[in-house]
């Protein structure tokens, strides 16, 4: 399983496969069902739709690593558009963003992008709405998680995302945890050394699954983003056994995957939100997602070579 994930990276890293991908008319039905659409009114209206059938979302504009201060205020634009759409929408309440530090200039200068993002924040203050900073590459977790620090003391309507696949973060959870802020857990997407990251799935589930009890039980409303059963089910039973409510955390899953999982949990009584994301720079994110299935992601790269 790991290197089948490892090999579909890989490969979609060569720009011929990117190419053939965004061209081939195969991909089209597989990139609508993860990706909600190129524009901010494409992903509004998917939200929508979402949040009538009683399901929270999170809405995410797609790319990462700008590489000018031009692209990263272009970025920044676009979050205060969406921030602004949002609060015109008669779901406003249910809907949060997430954004990226590299999309804010974080490879411009850390100071650029603290500003950056707490111009972000400042603008999401005029619609009461929550910004959750994703976790990235692990060259960038420890800057992201001393920002953090700093700017939630000013803006607690802000907060992260915790991968259980790196070593560190079972000492990012106790930190975040003693600061207050929201934490996403999440396995990790990215392709990381044995040196940072554990190589085996059943130590990255182990790591999950004590993050989200240290979380539960301590933490201030986690958001347990996994479609994986099993580890739906440790977080369900040790909620129970401790007595912690359903409304104080929530269950967290990706645009288009396990939707019946989503309305069965819903119906259950779990707040349960979508990570809708949107826009043209959907290719990294496209293939971390086909890497996660390994089985399919090789079926439709080898659908591409047949005429």
């Not at 997430?98 to 707490?118: H, M, P, V």
């Not at 976790?135 to 953090?148: K, L, N, P, Q």
């Amino acid at each position: 399983m790991a290197l089948g994930r490892t090999l579909i990276l890989k490969l979609a890293e060569l720009r011929p496969v990117e190419s053939l991908v965004r061209k081939s008319f195969l991909f089209r039905p597989v990139v609508k069902r993860f990706i909600a659409g190129d524009t901010l009114e494409e992903s509004i209206a998917a939200s929508e739709e979402l949040c009538k059938a009683g399901l929270l979302v999170t809405l995410d504009y797609l790319g990462e690593n700008t590489h000018t201060e031009e692209e990263s205020r272009a970025a920044i634009t676009k979050y205060k558009e969406m921030l602004t759409r949002i609060g015109q929408s008669p779901y406003a309440s249910m809907i949060n963003i997430s954004i990226k530090l590299t999309q804010c200039g974080l490879d411009q200068g850390e100071a650029f992008a603290e500003a950056n993002y707490r111009e972000v924040l400042e603008h999401a203050k005029l619609t009461n709405t929550f910004v959750r900073i994703d976790m990235e590459a692990s060259e960038y977790t420890e800057r992201t998680v001393r920002m953090i620090e700093r700017v939630f003391l000013d803006y607690p309507n802000t907060g992260t995302v915790l991968q259980s696949y790196l070593h560190r973060s079972l000492a990012d959870t106790e930190l975040m945890i003693a600061l207050g802020a929201r934490v996403r857990v999440v396995k990790g997407a990215y392709l990381e050394p044995a040196s940072v990251a554990f190589p085996e799935k059943n130590e990255v589930d182990a790591k999950y699954v004590e993050m989200s009890k240290m979380l539960l039980a301590r933490g201030n409303y986690p958001a347990i983003a996994t479609h994986d059963e099993a580890i739906i089910k440790a977080v369900r039973e040790f909620a129970v056994a401790e007595g912690i409510e359903k409304s104080r955390y929530e269950f967290q899953m990706l645009y288009g995957i396990r939707r019946d999982l989503q309305n069965s949990l819903h119906a259950e009584g779990h707040p349960v939100r979508v990570y809708v994301p949107f826009g043209d720079q959907w290719y990294p994110y496209f293939t971390r997602r086909l890497a996660e299935r390994p089985a399919n992601a090789m079926f439709i790269l080898k659908s591409l070579f047949k005429k």
